[in-house]
């Protein structure tokens, strides 16, 4: 019965090589996220969703591609994997009401080599 | 634009001593203020949020915070820290409809015992 869910945990992959992140969610909110947390532990907002439709891209490159095919739903596709793309990848959802209380995922991390 | 600033990015307290985390924030227009907390390897937590109102607000875990206009403050106290409180604390700010959160870059907090 978890809230926010991502698979994978952990991802490995060479550079160059392109990955895909799923979120799913039961929590029967309307809005997504996408965050990154670098090795710092910085946590930048990178796309936001609201019932499918992007609603925030925090200029992301375009290598990054993010995906809702329903409103429980958030992929993150990226293409073209560089060494800079290494981090903790965070998926969240709320009401797009109360956007501020976001729920989080447990986090996949990326290592790129 | 809205932003946040932590002072310190370690904080190490005695078990039982009082936990200060300090957190400044900027905003143009009335600001909504948030404590977040992550545990090793999880996801983000809310542990507590002003919007408007009482400007002392009260989290889970014996967490409380109070928002101080004058000194663009928002600074995290707890009592008595307690072993299971060590984790990472981000402060966020947010206003009315920005539909998203800007964090600050987090304060590891340790517990010795």
């Known amino acids: 019965d978890t809230a926010v869910s991502q698979t994978p945990k952990y991802l490995v992959t060479q550079m160059g090589n392109d990955k895909s992140i799923k979120c799913e969610q039961n929590?029967?909110?309307?809005?997504m996220y996408w965050y990154k947390q670098d090795s710092k532990k910085f946590l930048k907002i990178m796309f936001s969703?609201?019932?499918?439709?992007?609603?925030i891209n925090e200029t992301v490159p375009n290598r990054f591609s993010p995906k809702s095919p329903d409103k429980a739903h958030l992929n993150l596709h990226i293409n073209s994997l560089e060494l800079g793309d290494s981090a903790v990848y965070f998926c969240a959802s709320s009401y797009s009401g109360d956007a501020w209380e976001q729920f989080f995922g447990p986090g996949t991390r990326l290592t790129v080599l | 634009a809205q932003s946040v600033t932590q002072l310190g990015s370690h904080v190490s307290v005695s078990e039982g001593a009082l936990v200060l985390l300090r957190c400044n924030y900027s905003?143009?227009?009335?600001?909504?203020l948030f404590w977040y907390v992550q545990y090793p390897n999880q996801g983000l937590q809310l542990l507590l949020k002003?919007?408007?109102?009482?400007?002392l607000v009260k989290g889970i875990n014996g967490f409380e915070a109070e928002f101080k206009k004058s000194e663009t403050s928002f600074h995290l106290t707890k009592p008595s820290a307690h072993m299971s409180d060590a984790a990472e604390y981000f402060c966020a700010v947010s206003v009315q409809g920005a539909q998203k959160l800007v964090f600050g870059q987090g304060t590891r907090l340790t517990i010795n015992p």
């Open positions: 969703y609201n019932n499918k439709e992007l609603i």
């Open positions: 905003s143009s227009v009335p600001p909504y």
């Open positions: 929590l029967g909110h309307d809005t």
């Open positions: 002003y919007t408007t109102g009482a400007t």
